[in-house]
């Protein structure tokens, strides 16, 4: 069975504090590991797939990188709407159907 | 969200009764799914879609099934709602390579009272 574990559940930083959000995973088989951010009363909304360990994907001031059992979403002097709870989520070789496994999130709180 | 949408945004109904929702898409995406987010769990997959009348069960299935008649349109059931079942649900979409992962609707906030 697919699992996907995020630490910490919450986390609270000022404007411009650099930090990580963990993503650990055990998957049969990775296809890819998926990034997605979601804002209250909103649905996820995509970042990132990697695909392979090592890769890396940047986009503002987010980086994801992957390793063979984790993955890590760097945030680089965050700013307030940064503020959201980012997903992670896998995705299988076999089982079809292109399904996703998500982890519990973390909510991210980034202030003044 | 641009190229799905979810309806109703809102519903409160009563145990027993049946509730459909409703997704639709305008992308013409192979793969549709419906999910349940709760506190605690994260995003649990309840059932999906990969084409017209071809359906699968996800983790959480039990009390739900859906239909899919056209490419646009995936429907989710409760046959008999229950408290257990009061939730956000969100539906998804995805083309053939899956590589942008999936694109999410606004969901549903469903109370069952």
């Known amino acids: 069975e697919d699992q996907v574990t995020q630490s910490p559940e919450a986390l609270r930083l000022q404007e411009g504090e650099s930090s990580s959000l963990n993503c650990s995973y055990t998957?049969?088989?990775?296809?890819?590991l998926f990034w997605y951010r979601q804002d209250p009363g909103k649905g996820p909304e995509f970042l990132f797939t990697l695909y392979s360990a090592g890769e890396e994907k940047e986009k503002e001031r987010l980086k994801a990188t992957l390793t063979k059992k984790e993955s890590f979403l760097h945030i680089t002097a965050p700013k307030p709407e940064d503020s959201a709870t980012y997903l992670c989520?896998?995705?299988?070789?076999?089982?079809?159907?292109?399904?996703?496994?998500f982890g519990t999130g973390t909510q991210l709180k980034v202030e003044l | 969200d641009a190229g799905i949408t979810q309806s109703p945004r809102h519903k409160v109904t009563e145990t027993g009764t049946p509730v459909t929702l409703r997704c639709h898409q305008t992308?013409?995406?192979?793969?549709m799914y419906w999910y349940r987010q709760d506190p605690g769990h994260g995003l649990r997959l309840i059932h999906y879609?990969?084409?017209?009348?071809?359906?699968d069960k996800g983790e959480v299935s039990d009390g739900y099934s859906v239909s899919r008649s056209k490419t646009e349109d995936f429907l989710l059931t409760l046959e008999s709602a229950t408290s257990s079942q009061t939730s956000v649900y969100f539906c998804a979409i995805a083309g053939t390579g899956g590589d942008d992962g999936y694109t999410f609707g606004s969901g549903t906030r469903l109370t069952v009272v």
């Open positions: 989520a896998v995705q299988a070789r076999t089982g079809g159907g292109n399904k996703l496994t």
């Open positions: 998957v049969s088989g990775l296809r890819g």
């Open positions: 992308e013409n995406h192979r793969y």
């Open positions: 879609s990969y084409g017209v009348k071809d359906t």
